[in-house]
C-alpha cells in the first residue's frame, strides 16, 4: 500500500508527465507537489515507485515517467470529479448512421485525438433482390434495404445460370421473403430448397449468405480524427509508433473487439496500453463507454489516444458524448 506523500508524488509525476512529456527529477516533483520534502526524501519515494512498477526511468534522462500500472493507479484512485462544461453540440435522431458519424467528430473534435464509435447492429433486412450476369459462374447480388440502402456482392458459382433462372430466382424471393430479416429467410430456404429445382434453389441459398454479409457490414467502426496524432509529440516522434497506430484504425478488427468488450461494462472505461493484451500497443491509451437506445446497449463509443493524456477531461467527453448519442437514438429531448 502506498502512504498519502508516496500517493500524491505519484499523482504529481503524473500530471506534471502529462502536461510537458519529459520525465520528471526530483526538483520538479517538489516543485508540482507543493510538499515540502527534501530532494533526498523525494528520490526515497521514487526509488520505491519504481520498485513497486508504478515509475520507470528512461536510459537517457535522471527523470522518472509514469508505467501502465502507475497510469493505471492514477486513473482508478486520483481523479477528482472535476465536471468541465462542454459545449457539445446536439445529435439529431432523424439518421441514425448520421448520429453516429456526428458522434465520432464530436470525440475527435473535443479530445483532439481519435474518436471511434462502434455502430449498433441492426436487423438484416431486404426489400428487394436482383441478380445480374457478369461472366460464366459470376454475378452480381444487388441487395435494397427497407430504408433504400443499396448494397452489391458478387458471388461464384458452380452452375451457370441463364437470364431466365436469375429472374425465377429473384422474383420468388421478392415475393415470399421481402421484409423478413435474412437470419429468418436463410432458415426457411433451408427448409423449403427440396421444393424447388436444384440449381434454384442452390442459387438462392447462395445469395441469401451475401446479402447477410452485405446487410451485416453495417456494424463497423466509425472513426474520426486520426490525423489528429501527428500533432502528437509521441507519435510524430516516432514513425514506427505512429504507423502501428495507423495499422491498428485500418485493421479495425482489433478497436471492434475491444469496444465489443466495453459494452458489457457499465459507464467509462480506460484500458491503457501495454497493461493487457487488450491495447497491444504501449503508446495508445482508449477511453470508451457504452450507449443506449431505449435502455439496451445497443454500441460503444470513445477516444483513442497517447497513453499521455489528460484522463479527467476524456472521461468527461466520452460520458457526455455516450448522454449525447443515446438520447438522439432513443428520440428523447
Do not use: C, W
Not at 441487395?143 to 445460370?161: K, L, M
Not at 436463410?186 to 434453389?201: A, C, F, Y
Not at 477511453?287 to 460503444?300: C, I, N, Q
Request: charged share 25%.
Amino acid at each position: 500500500m502506498l502512504d498519502d506523500r508516496a500517493k500524491l508524488l505519484l499523482k504529481a509525476l503524473v500530471e506534471r508527465y502529462i502536461a510537458d512529456g519529459t520525465p520528471v527529477g526530483s526538483r520538479t516533483l517538489s516543485r508540482a507537489s507543493g510538499l515540502e520534502l527534501s530532494p533526498a526524501t523525494i528520490r526515497n519515494v521514487m526509488s520505491d515507485l519504481e520498485e513497486l512498477g508504478l515509475i520507470a526511468s528512461p536510459h537517457t534522462s535522471a527523470g522518472r515517467i509514469p508505467t501502465a500500472r502507475g497510469y493505471r493507479l492514477f486513473v482508478d484512485t486520483m481523479l477528482t470529479a472535476q465536471r468541465e462544461q462542454l459545449a457539445t453540440p446536439s445529435l439529431a435522431a432523424d439518421q441514425p448512421q448520421k448520429v453516429i458519424a456526428n458522434a465520432a467528430a464530436i470525440l475527435s473534435n473535443l479530445s483532439q485525438f481519435v474518436g471511434v464509435v462502434k455502430a449498433p447492429r441492426r436487423t438484416s433486412v431486404f426489400r428487394h433482390i436482383e441478380f445480374l450476369r457478369l461472366s460464366d459462374k459470376r454475378y452480381l447480388v444487388i441487395i435494397v434495404s427497407p430504408e433504400g440502402d443499396v448494397q452489391n456482392r458478387v458471388v461464384f458459382t458452380e452452375v451457370d445460370y441463364t437470364q431466365a433462372q436469375l429472374i425465377e430466382a429473384a422474383n420468388f424471393l421478392n415475393t415470399n421473403y421481402a421484409g423478413m430479416a435474412i437470419e429468418q429467410v436463410r432458415e426457411r430456404i433451408k427448409g423449403e430448397v427440396d421444393q424447388l429445382r436444384g440449381e434454384i434453389g442452390t442459387l438462392m441459398q447462395t445469395a441469401v449468405q451475401a446479402s447477410s454479409e452485405a446487410l451485416n457490414e453495417e456494424d463497423d467502426v466509425v472513426i474520426s480524427g486520426e490525423r489528429n496524432l501527428l500533432s502528437v509529440s509521441d507519435f510524430s516522434s516516432d514513425m514506427t509508433h505512429l504507423r502501428r497506430a495507423f495499422d491498428l484504425f485500418e485493421q479495425k478488427t482489433q478497436i471492434m473487439r475491444l469496444l465489443d468488450i466495453s459494452a458489457q461494462a457499465e459507464g467509462v472505461r480506460i484500458y491503457i496500453g501495454g497493461e493487457s493484451q487488450v491495447v497491444p500497443f504501449e503508446e495508445l491509451s482508449i477511453v470508451s463507454a457504452p450507449y443506449e437506445v431505449d435502455g439496451k446497449v445497443v454500441g460503444t463509443l470513445g477516444v483513442i489516444g497517447p497513453t499521455r493524456m489528460p484522463y479527467e477531461r476524456m472521461i468527461q467527453i466520452v460520458d457526455i458524448t455516450s448522454k449525447l448519442v443515446s438520447n438522439a437514438l432513443s428520440h428523447k429531448p
